[in-house]
């Protein structure tokens, strides 16, 4: 243990960490995992004492279960599926199992989401558009609900050997320009970079100086399991009415109510049965009765705001910390999953001493158009939900749009996230895309060979062409030579983002691999295998 005495306050302030990320949620947690893979030091901190029982996100997008596929953590995932599949089907008469390929029409249980409540019909989906089918393999793990997930992150992160101290609040920091020091409930805390991934009210924000701008809440919404002694009474699905919107399921017990006239006076207080059960009459006409709560219910506001920069100086943000909004899809865990794997990789080669020029600027760049589209996105539910007569017309045209294959593929491509894409110099489709599942003839995927994490680089070159180029980079590139076929290479970042891609093995692929490996991965390696990553 390394101390550095603090002429201020006399005391001794541990500097063996290089990073420490505030917050225990996925985000937090998924950061930490891919700081520790690049070869980081890293620790986390979290107020809460024990991980958070609210319910949440009740499924992840594609991105997210691909990056967990690309860790080792699928099977694990698509246990997580049957088992929440099992719990559904006792309550809505089917418990398919997960789908096994694409094509034709796709079982109940494959996951689409809704938009505004409304439910997008799988067997309207074109399941055989190429961008679902290319991205197919880790569909046995989509039903992930967020506690369950931050309970298979949480034991990722402990094979790690990361240190996560539950019960331990910022109150302060100082930024000095080559560190931070953090004080917090537990005593003061020196690292090289503070990473707030602690949620919407985040302190790391807030002590930072970072602005929020955005957009004010104008409604209230709950969510809770409950017992409920005359469920009858309630319709499964969501039902509108001029007070608001409830829904009922897919969970035996699973309740949502939204209501338009007003945000909450205040948020901090914790939701009530009272609360919930008064709410659910109210929308729902009706008196029916909640017996007890079966888990903490969770109360939201359509706040939607995105933080003026993703980072100052040694301090940054992701997840929540960095962006809110209504939680209709889900998204907000997936945005933040997607700003941690983006992250993880360019702070670890900050760290590690092989970033190039600029890299760790570009996390900002890369992740903020995303981050605003979910925004507009969650904005435009909203605005279809809404109980007056205008959104209820909208509302009819909307579901018009919906009960079409075209218009329900559309809105399932964009909900699961296999369109998402990164504005990046190359003139290959795949680049700046998510990877797509690519099988190898020995009957692996390119995923398998990224547990490790670092870049992976499929070569299918007759000579090894490329992979030579790749061993210059020893210890941040996976090679996985592949024989023959198309793409004949493909650079994959530790995120899952192509970064190059070639159909041909000739002087201008081995040019712009080139130009790719320079460009994220730096300097060709001074010392082979040093460094962590791969």
């Known amino acids: 243990m390394t101390t550095y005495a603090n002429d201020d306050d006399d005391v001794d302030v541990d500097v ?3 990073v420490t990320v505030v917050g225990a949620g996925p985000v937090g947690l998924v950061l930490a995992a891919e700081l520790a893979l690049s070869g980081a030091t890293v620790r986390v901190i979290e107020r809460r004492a024990r991980p958070d029982e609210a319910m949440k996100a009740q499924s992840i997008n594609v991105p997210t279960a691909e990056a967990l596929d690309r860790r080792g953590l699928l099977p694990a995932a698509e246990q997580v599926q049957r088992e929440t599949l099992e719990r559904v089907g006792s309550f809505s008469g089917t418990a398919d199992a997960p789908p096994a390929g694409v094509g034709g029409r796709a079982p109940r249980s494959r996951f689409t989401g809704h938009f505004a409540g409304m439910s997008l019909d799988p ?7 190429p961008d679902l089918a290319a991205h197919a393999a880790a569909d046995g793990a989509r039903m992930v609900p967020q506690p369950q997930l931050e309970a298979l992150l949480a034991g990722h992160v402990a094979r790690l050997g990361v240190p996560v101290r539950r019960g331990v609040e910022v109150t302060a920091l100082d930024d000095t320009g080559d560190g931070v020091f953090v004080t917090t409930t537990a005593g003061t805390m020196r690292t090289g970079w503070l990473v707030g991934c602690d949620g919407g009210h985040s302190a790391v924000r807030r002590l930072a100086g970072i602005g929020f701008p955005g957009t004010d809440p104008e409604l209230t919404g709950y969510q809770a399991v409950a017992d409920i002694a005359d469920p009858e009474k309630l319709a499964n699905g969501w039902v509108w009415s001029t007070r608001g919107a409830y829904r009922y399921g897919p969970q035996p017990g699973r309740v949502a109510t939204l ?3 007003a945000p909450p006076a205040d948020r901090s207080t914790p939701v009530t049965l009272e609360q919930v059960q008064t709410s659910l009459r109210r929308i729902s006409g009706t008196d029916v009765t909640l017996t007890a709560l079966r888990a903490a219910p969770t109360r939201w506001t359509d706040n ?13 943000l992701a997840g929540d910390a960095a962006h809110v909004h209504p939680p209709f899809g889900g998204q907000g865990l997936n945005l933040g999953v997607g700003d941690a794997m983006n992250l993880g990789w360019k702070l670890g080669a900050v760290v590690a001493g092989w970033a190039p020029d600029g890299l760790l600027d570009t996390y900002d760049a ?10 507009d996105w969650t904005r435009a539910q909203i605005g ?13 045209v909307v579901a018009g749009l919906l009960s079409t294959r075209d218009g329900t593929t559309y809105a399932v491509k ?4 296999v369109t998402q894409h990164v504005d990046l110099p190359g003139g290959h489709p795949l680049v700046g895309r998510f990877v797509p599942d690519l099988w190898c003839r020995d009957g692996s995927r390119l995923a398998d060979h990224g547990h490790g994490g670092g870049f992976l680089l499929l070569d299918r070159t007759p000579d090894g062409a490329f992979a030579r180029l790749a061993a210059t980079r020893s210890g941040r590139v996976t090679t996985v030579t592949d024989g023959h076929g198309t793409p004949t290479g493909v650079l994959v970042r530790p995120d899952g983002v192509v970064a190059w891609a070639s159909d041909t093995t000739g002087g201008a692929a081995v040019a712009g691999l080139e130009a790719a490996l320079r460009r994220w991965t730096g300097a060709p390696s001074s010392a ?3 460094e962590p990553m791969g």
Do not use: M, N
């Not at 964009?414 to 996230?417: A, L, N, T, V």
């Open 366 to 375: 890369e992740r903020r158009p995303l981050g605003a589209w979910v925004l």
């Open 528 to 530: 082979p295998g040093k």
């Open 123 to 129: 067997d309207l989906v074109d399941w055989s558009d």
């Open 259 to 261: 209501e338009f006239d």
């Open 16 to 18: 063996d960490v290089d």
């Open 414 to 417: 964009k909900i699961s996230g």
């Open 384 to 396: 279809v939900l809404r109980g007056d007569p205008k959104s209820a017309a909208l509302r009819e």
């Open 304 to 316: 939607t705001r995105q933080a003026a920069a993703y980072r100052s100086g040694h301090v940054l």
